[in-house]
């Protein structure tokens, strides 16, 4: 009942009146709560928020996994264990970089460009690091997927290959993007 009322009153007289009317009801539901269910709903709140911010703090994960498994054309799974294993990889190999030149940042790791991911200090990469190395572990992956090599070696053929490559290719492209980047110079774009 209320909510065809709702959806009626959202079709007849627009978005303006629903927002109107909706906010008529929360503040009268307000009015009901007690003390003891505002402190449930702030838990829940608290539960719902920390739930969605896990969810966007490992966006490039989530995207690196995600372009591994739209990309890669046979063996999904592989590709996104190849994906999972590179991007942890360029990650900690950025973390190596920084601390044999010394650039690790101790406190105030954003001024810097900086940041940690799944425990590790990085460079912030963001999501755009994450679909580059979902499109490298995909690329890798449809053209190693199916590689036989000597008989010593037979064990590591296949969709074996494929984490194992994709693991020093993510080793080669970050140290060639962290030259990129130490090569930038840094400046202030404060006005004095």
Known sequence: MLVTLI??????????FFKI?????????KLIVNKKEKRRIEKGKRFLSSAGNIAFS???VIFAVGVAIGLAKSDKGTAV??????????????NDIL????????????AV?????????TLETGVFGGIIIGILASYL???YNKIELPAYFGFFGGSRFVPIITSFSAILFRCCYVLCVAS?????????
């Open 7 to 16: 959806k009626r009153a959202f079709h007849l007289y627009g978005n303006i």
């Open 21 to 29: 009317y909706f906010t008529e009801i929360l503040s009268f539901c």
């Open 113 to 121: 460009g900086q940041g940690s991911t799944l425990g590790i200090q």
């Open 81 to 94: 264990l190849a994906a999972l294993i590179g991007y942890l990889v360029m990650h900690s190999t950025i």
């Open 58 to 60: 490992n966006l490039p």
């Open 99 to 110: 601390s044999i030149n010394g650039s690790l940042a101790i406190d105030n790791l954003a």
């Open 184 to 192: 930038i110079p840094r400046t202030d774009y404060k006005r004095r």
């Open 141 to 143: 992956h449809n053209r």
